[in-house]
């Protein structure tokens, strides 16, 4: 099956996703997949220039994983899961995505000096 890109999840969406229930992280992982093969804004959607969220409701409950594109490498496509929240408010707060950002810029500052 062909992908749009690969998925890499950096220390602090692991630990998200490692702390939540086995049946929420397989839902979430899923949808993930899912959004790997198939263009669907319910799954993976663009919040500004350059950060974008993968959305999973599941119990009522509404899970998020901030994500960035990596698109240096001629090879592959990379989104790179910064982070993660459950959503209590039908707007992601400023907070979210400002720490999405600082994510970014570390992900990319690591990346030059390798």
Known sequence: MITFFEVIF??????FL?????????????NIRKAQVEKDTALFKKLTDDI???????NGIQY?????W????SMKTLVICAHGFIKKSNKV???EIL?????KKYY???KEKK
Do not use: C, H, V
């Open 99 to 103: 720490k999405a950002m600082e994510l």
């Open 18 to 30: 490692k702390g939540l229930g086995k049946k929420e992280q397989n839902k979430i992982l899923f």
């Open 52 to 58: 974008w969220e993968f959305r999973t409701l599941y």
């Open 108 to 110: 990319f500052s690591i």
């Open 93 to 95: 707060p400023d907070r």
């Open 64 to 68: 998020r994983l901030l994500a960035f």
């Open 10 to 15: 950096s220390e602090e969406a692991f630990e």
């Open 70 to 73: 990596d698109k240096t490498s």
